[in-house]
């Protein structure tokens, strides 16, 4: 933890939570929420949720379970790190919040943070290592996303990574555009990697 941040008693429900922020594709699991609520009236203790202070909110960056789960079991404050910053800063945390958590992300999960990176006007002009490097991915993860997102026409901004040419052929099992808009889905097969991580997930 940086010196310049402290960890406090927040009220649970005067910390800000935005769906844009949470960078997973489903954002809320009920069934760990039961858990989390349950291992709480025990006493069990948590990791620290992480909060960006912008001066007059408290935006919520890693914790959305947690958070939902003190609530359910009427919790009237939990234990925060405070940084300062704003909500976009919690947003750019959050892309890389859950690698490290034992619930694994999905393709969907990842796709999720890689597209909030790579639409956005600032963070969209970063390099491909760069990107993967936050989100915790290969940069050929984030290479195929990002060329997948200019040829459906949403508006991604092309890295060439340093004058290299952007990629035109898509790498891995990532969802198709022609495909969506045939109403095909997209491959699932993380779901039981996901599962088996619940154990110990901390978001």
Known sequence: MNRSNSISSLPVRSIKTDQSIQQRENLIDSAVVSDYAEAMKLGAKFPPIIVYYDGANH??????????AADEADLKTIAAEIRQGSKRDATLYACGANRDHALRRSRADLRRAITTLVQDAEWGQMANRAIAEKVGCSDKTVASVRDELVRCGNSAPEDTDQGAPPP?????????????ARGIPPSVNSLAEAEAGLNAVFN
């Open 168 to 180: 035109t052929t898509q790498v891995g099992n990532f969802p198709n555009c022609d495909d969506e």
């Open 59 to 68: 935006w919520l960056a890693d914790g959305f379970h947690r958070v939902e």
